[in-house]
């Protein structure tokens, strides 16, 4: 045996034996802790480096006193020394808490994506991502909306898997209990659009009209559009985050598995939640409106009560109700599709639960933008 080579530094030593020619024996002793001065790794490359070729690592522990993370940095960068010149190591010397930790750092390998630097890349070639990702998105869509549409199908007949009671509780969720946020927009939006059109209606003496741009604004678009964006916002995220936390816990995997089609039990409910409460809250929002374009008619412009109500009546026809509720019913079908497929597409990640609430709001908002201003063309093209 050669004489030893010991390092040492502070109170954590590594001692450098040769038992014979090829293999290199790391003795360490004293305390391994953090807080201590403690050997460096490069002590280890320099003795690989030096004498007659290493074949073989071996460790002994038996004087080491005590240890934490700073022995686990040591040891995981001679690991990485002997891994980078092919020289096997034998860890059975090491204490079985730190065999067990050295194993898992070493059964996980490091990222690469990670590590190196953020390379951009060509014009060409993010715009080609992009366009599969999009290609992907719409056909999941379509497959959703395929989906969703058999699901209605077996409802007509009868057939569609799901609970009853969990209908009126999202019912409830989604109508009852949204009324107070929906009665305070659309009160705020009456008094804006009211005030707006007198600011202009003053300079004609035409004040009475008030009434008439108010009525015809929130019955015919605004109450349902505040309604659905409330909506998209309030319940559209929830269905996502409870779908979304679904898929993270595997239950709707355990629904698939049970035979139960996730589609039918969990969807479909919550769609016909929406579509059967997004009409009366529009009907209530444009009565909030009304009543908020009143307040500024009574209190600012000296109109009288009846006076307004009046005006109102003459102006709003039951056509453009049937138009806000037509509104109502389609923005619910575009929320309750919009939450449902993004909480579908969550991750298995606490994170992905966020981001797919965040998607789903804003796919919500922007479906219900593009419906409005479909319907609306199509009801100037047929002069309704």
């Known amino acids: 045996m050669s004489p030893s080579i010991q390092r040492q530094l502070g109170q954590g030593e590594v001692t450098f034996i040769r038992?014979?020619?090829?293999?290199?024996?790391?003795?360490?002793?004293g305390a391994w802790k953090l807080g201590n001065a403690l050997p460096s790794a490069s002590e280890v490359e320099k003795q690989i480096a030096s004498g007659p070729p290493v074949r073989r690592i071996t460790f002994d522990t038996q004087g080491l006193r005590e240890w934490d993370t700073g022995l686990l940095t040591f040891l995981v960068k001679v690991l990485d020394q002997c891994a980078q010149?092919?020289?096997?190591?034998?860890?059975?010397?090491?204490?079985?808490?730190?065999?067990?930790?050295?194993?898992?750092?070493?059964?996980?390998?490091?990222?690469?994506?990670?590590?190196?630097?953020?390379v951009r890349e060509p014009f060409l070639a993010r715009i080609g991502a992009s366009a599969l990702r999009w290609g992907q998105s719409a056909t999941e869509v379509v497959e959703f909306v395929g989906e969703m549409a058999l699901a209605i199908f077996r409802l007509f007949r009868g057939k569609a898997r799901f609970q009853r009671s969990d209908l009126?509780?999202?019912?409830?969720?989604?109508?009852?209990?949204?009324?107070?946020?929906?009665?305070?927009i659309s009160l705020l939006v009456g008094l804006i659009l009211a005030f707006i059109g007198a600011v202009q209606l003053q300079t004609?003496?035409?004040?009475?009209?008030?009434?008439?741009?108010?009525?015809?604004?929130?019955?015919?678009?605004?109450?349902?559009?505040?309604?659905?964006?409330?909506?998209?916002?309030?319940?559209?995220?929830?269905?996502a985050a409870e779908?979304?936390?679904?898929?993270v816990n595997e239950e709707i995997d355990a629904l698939k598995t049970l035979g139960i089609p996730a589609m039918e039990f969990l969807v479909l409910p919550r769609m016909l939640a929406l579509v059967l409460m997004m009409p009366l809250l529009c009907l209530y929002a444009d009565l909030m409106g009304v009543l908020g374009g009143m307040i500024v008619g009574v209190g600012m412009l000296d109109l009288s009560p009846v006076a307004y109500f009046h005006q109102t009546c003459q102006a709003v026809s039951l056509t453009f109700v049937w138009i806000g509720l037509f509104h109502g019913a389609v923005f619910g079908v575009l929320v309750a599709l919009s939450g449902c497929l993004r909480g579908i597409q969550c991750g298995r990640s606490a994170s992905a639960v966020g981001a797919a609430a965040t998607s789903a709001v804003v796919t919500g908002i922007i479906s219900i933008v593009v419906a409005t201003a479909i319907i609306t063309v199509i009801c100037n093209v047929i002069g309704i």
């Not at 014979?20 to 002793?29: K, Q, V």
């Not at 009126?168 to 305070?184: E, K, N, R, T, Y």
């Open 19 to 29: 038992p014979n020619g090829d293999t290199l024996h790391l003795r360490l002793a």
């Open 204 to 239: 004609f003496g035409a004040q009475i009209y008030v009434a008439d741009l108010v009525g015809i604004a929130m019955v015919r678009v605004m109450g349902a559009v505040m309604t659905g964006i409330i909506v998209a916002g309030r319940t559209g995220a929830a269905f």
């Open 243 to 247: 779908l979304g936390t679904m898929q």
């Open 168 to 184: 009126f509780l999202i019912m409830q969720d989604c109508g009852a209990q949204a009324l107070p946020i929906v009665s305070l």
């Open 85 to 118: 010149g092919n020289i096997p190591t034998d860890l059975e010397g090491l204490p079985p808490g730190v065999q067990r930790l050295l194993r898992l750092a070493r059964a996980v390998p490091e990222r690469k994506e990670a590590s190196r630097k953020a």
